[in-house]
C-alpha cells in the first residue's frame, strides 16, 4: 500500500531518526536501517521506454532487524521534487514500481528505509533514465535495377534526421522478407539489444545481407534509440533475377479438337520480367512439327495447327534479364505439347437384336479410327414409330464404345416405336444413328416384356380373399394373393412388397414388407396387431414380366378397454362405487384425451350413457358414481365403458365386458 505522506511529517520523522540514532539507548532498543546493494532493473545508467521502474536492495543490519516502511522522494531533471514522499508499509524488499512523469528525463529518487518504530535510516539516491521519443525513420539505400543471382548483397542505411531522442541512437535493426510485412523487431514499440543487428550508434550503417534469394527482397530497418523504442519503419527493394521465363499454352488442349486450332504460347518471368519497354531483349517463340520457330517481341507468340493427326509443338521465351530456355549453350531445352486434331465422324450403329433374358435393354456400338469413341457423352432416346415428334432421351448408361439404355415400355402405350443413338468421338464429332448393325431400322413394340396380374385380400384361399375385414383389438389376420401371367401361367419366385398404410393418429404411418411368390404363385404374410389401415400389394415386375399392383384392402380394427368397478354391492345414499379402467393404445400416437363413454342398463333396458370421461397419457381413467334413488334396492344392474370413434382415434368404436353392481 502507498500512501503520499505529508512533508512537514516526514521532516520530523528524519530528525527524530537523527536524535534516535544518537541515544545510545535508543541504538540498542532498536537498530537504523539502512539500504545496501541498491539496484535499479536494468542498470542505474541504461535508459527505460517504460514509465515504471523496480528498484531492489539488501537491508543492513540484516534478520532479525525489520523494516517497518519504505519511503521514496521523486525529483525531476532539474532537482525539484514532484509530490511528497511515498511511503509503502507492505511491501519493504523492493519498490516493485516508481512511475515517473510522460516527459522524457533523467530523473532522480531518494529512498530509505524505517524500522517498526518509525525511525528513518539513511537514505539512497539512484538516477532513473526514461525516454520513449521514437527516432526519426533510418532510410536503407539498396542497389537500383536487377542484382545478379549469387551475389551478397550490401545496403547502406541514411541516418535518422534531428533531433535526436534523448537516450541517443543505440544502432539499427534490419530484416529481409519476400514482402510478408515482418517488422524488424517482434514488438511494435521495443527492439531488444539482441535485434538491434547493427549495435555501434548512429554511424554503424552498413550491412551485408548475404547472398539473397531469387525475386523480390523486401529489406526493412528500423533506427533502434538508446532506450529500445524504434522509429517507423523504412525499406527498399532489392531484385534478384537468374532464372529464364516460364512459358506455357494460353489455352492447353488436354484433348481432341475437332477443327484447326490457333495456338498462343506465353511467356512469364516474375522477376526481370517480359516487358519490352524495360530493355534488353525479351520475345517468346514457337515452332510446329520440328518448323521454323515464329518469334514475337515480348510475351506472346501464335501459330496455327492443321489437320487430322498428333502434332507437336516447342516454345520458349528470354526475358529483361536476358535469360533464355532455348536449349543452345547449356540452357534449358524448350517447353513441349502435342495438338491432337480429328475432324471425321464415329460409326454408330445398334445391336442386331435383342438379348431374350433383358427384351428393353437397348444397346449400340460407337467406333472411332483416330480419337477414339467418348466414354462421357452420348444418348439413346425414343418416339412413337412414324410421329415425326420429338425423341425422347431414355436414362443412358455411356462407356467407351458402348451406349445402353433401359426402356421402361410398361410406361408406353401399347404400340411400335423407333429408337435413335447419338454417339461422340473424343474429338466432339457426333454421329446420329436409327439403324442396327444389320442395316434395319431400329423398331420395338410395346409392351416388350410378358404382361401379368397380381389378385390379394383378405384371407387363406383365392375364393375367399375379401377388401375388407373388421377384427377385435390385438388381432392379427393372414393377407394372401398370387401372381400369374395373363395366359394364368403362376409366376414363382416374384418379390411381392405388402403395403400397409394406417390412419391418422397412428405410428407408424406405413410399413412395408417383402415376401417371395410360391411355385404355385401364391404369398401369404400374417399382420400384426395394430390400429386401422389401408393394405395393398404390388409387383416390381421383372426384365422378363411386367408390374403389377393388386385392388386395396381396408382392415379395421375394434377398439379396447377394461372397465373395473371398486364394488359389486353399491349401498344407496352410502359410499360411491369408483369406476376405473384404461383404454388400449398399441400402435396409437397418443391416448391422453381420449372419450370414454360410461354406460348401464338394467334387466329389460337398453344401454344408456350416464357419463363421459377423459383419458390421461396413460390411457387411465376413473369415476365415481354415487347410488341415490331407493329404486335402485335390489337392482342388478350392468355397466360398460365404450370408446367411440373419434378424431385422431386410429380405431373403430369398442367395449368393455360388462361389470355387474347390485343396488341395496
Known amino acids: 500500500m ?28 532498536e537498530p537504523l536501517l539502512q539500504m545496501a546493494n541498491v539496484n535499479v532493473q536494468g542498470g542505474e545508467a541504461a535508459w527505460h521506454a517504460e514509465r515504471s521502474f523496480r528498484l531492489d536492495w539488501t537491508q ?48 532522480t529518487a531518494q529512498a530509505w528505509l524505517e524500522n517498526l518504530e518509525g525511525e528513518a535510516g539513511p537514505p539512497v539516491t539512484v538516477s532513473l533514465r526514461f525516454d520513449d521519443a521514437a527516432p526519426s525513420p533510418a532510410s536503407p539505400q539498396a542497389p537500383l535495377g536487377w ?23 543505440r544502432g539499427y535493426a534490419v530484416t529481409v522478407d519476400r514482402g510478408d510485412l515482418t517488422p524488424p523487431c517482434a514488438a511494435i514499440t521495443w527492439c531488444s539489444p539482441e535485434e538491434t543487428d547493427l549495435p555501434g550508434g548512429i554511424e554503424d550503417d ?40 516460364l512459358t506455357s499454352l494460353e489455352d492447353p ?105 433383358e427384351p428393353e435393354r437397348i444397346e449400340a456400338t460407337v467406333a472411332d479410327a483416330l480419337s477414339g469413341p467418348s466414354g462421357q457423352h452420348g444418348s439413346i432416346a425414343v418416339r412413337p414409330l412414324g410421329s415425326g415428334g420429338r425423341f425422347e432421351e431414355l436414362p443412358t448408361e455411356v462407356a467407351a464404345g458402348r451406349l445402353v439404355a433401359d426402356w421402361d415400355s410398361d410406361s408406353y402405350s401399347p404400340g411400335n416405336y423407333e429408337f435413335r443413338a447419338t454417339g461422340y468421338d473424343l474429338a466432339g464429332n ?44 390385438g388381432r392379427g389376420v393372414r393377407y394372401s394373393g398370387r401372381v400369374r401371367t395373363l395366359a394364368g401361367a403362376p409366376v414363382g419366385g416374384a418379390e411381392v412388397t405388402v403395403t400397409e398404410t394406417f390412419v391418422a393418429g397412428s405410428t407408424p404411418t406405413n410399413r412395408a414388407t ?60 352410502g359410499a360411491p362405487v369408483v369406476f376405473s379402467g384404461r383404454v388400449a393404445h398399441r400402435g396409437a400416437k397418443t391416448s391422453k384425451g381420449k372419450a370414454v363413454e360410461l354406460q348401464f342398463r338394467y334387466p329389460g333396458a337398453e344401454w344408456s350413457e350416464f357419463r363421459t370421461v377423459v383419458t390421461d397419457a396413460g390411457g387411465r381413467f376413473h369415476y365415481a358414481y354415487r347410488f341415490s334413488d331407493d329404486d335402485s334396492r335390489g337392482v342388478r344392474f350392468q355397466f360398460r365403458a365404450v370408446v367411440p370413434r373419434q378424431e385422431g382415434w386410429p380405431y373403430d368404436a369398442g367395449a368393455s365386458r360388462p361389470v355387474i353392481v347390485t343396488g341395496r
Open 2 to 29: 502507498r500512501v503520499a505522506a505529508p512533508r512537514l511529517v516526514s521532516l520530523v520523522a528524519i530528525a527524530f531518526a537523527v536524535l534516535w540514532a544518537l541515544s545510545p539507548d535508543a541504538r540498542a532498543h
Open 60 to 107: 543492513e543490519p540484516g534478520p532479525p532487524a525489520q523494516a517497518g516502511a519504505v519511503v521514496y522522494q521523486l525529483y525531476d531533471p532539474q532537482g525539484h521534487p514532484l509530490g511528497g514522499p511515498v511511503r509503502e508499509t507492505e511491501a519493504v524488499r523492493a519498490l516493485e514500481s516508481i512511475p515517473v512523469p510522460p516527459t522524457p528525463g533523467i530523473y
Open 147 to 169: 542484382v545478379n543471382g549469387g551475389k551478397p548483397v550490401t545496403i547502406e542505411i541514411g541516418h535518422p534526421s534531428a533531433p535526436l531522442p534523448l537516450s541517443g541512437i
Open 206 to 245: 552498413a550491412l551485408s545481407l548475404g547472398v539473397l534469394p531469387e525475386g523480390v527482397n523486401v529489406v526493412r530497418v528500423v533506427a533502434v534509440s538508446g532506450s529500445g523504442v524504434p522509429s517507423s519503419v523504412e525499406s527498399a527493394v532489392v531484385q534478384v533475377d537468374g532464372t529464364p521465363p
Open 253 to 357: 488442349l488436354a484433348g481432341w479438337s475437332n477443327k484447326p486450332l490457333r495456338v498462343t504460347a506465353l511467356a512469364t518471368d516474375a522477376l526481370s520480367g517480359m516487358d519490352t519497354s524495360q530493355g534488353g531483349d525479351p520475345f517468346t517463340a514457337i515452332a510446329v512439327d520440328g518448323n521454323l520457330a515464329t518469334r514475337t517481341d515480348g510475351d506472346s507468340a501464335s501459330a496455327w495447327v492443321s489437320g487430322s493427326g498428333i502434332h507437336q509443338l516447342s516454345f520458349y521465351g528470354q526475358d529483361v534479364a536476358g535469360n533464355v530456355a532455348d536449349g543452345q549453350a547449356g540452357a534449358p531445352a524448350p517447353e513441349q505439347a502435342t495438338v491432337k486434331i480429328d475432324e471425321d465422324p464415329p460409326a454408330v450403329a445398334f445391336a442386331v437384336s435383342q438379348d431374350p433374358s
Open 430 to 473: 457426333a454421329t446420329a444413328a436409327t439403324l442396327r448393325g444389320d442395316g434395319a431400322k431400329m423398331v420395338l413394340p410395346s409392351p416388350l416384356k410378358t404382361p401379368v396380374m397380381l389378385e390379394s385380400g383378405f384371407g387363406a384361399k383365392p375364393h375367399s380373399w375379401k377388401a375388407k375385414k373388421q377384427v377385435p383389438y
Open 514 to 573: 417383402v415376401v417371395l411368390t410360391k411355385a404355385d404363385g401364391t404369398f401369404f404374410l400374417r399382420l400384426a396387431p395394430g390400429p386401422n389401415r389401408q393394405v395393398s400389394a404390388s409387383f416390381a415386375g421383372s426384365r422378363t414380366l411386367t408390374r403389377a399392383a393388386g385392388t386395396g384392402a381396408r382392415l379395421a380394427v375394434r377398439g379396447a378397454v377394461r372397465l373395473h368397478a371398486s364394488s359389486a354391492l353399491a349401498r344407496v345414499g
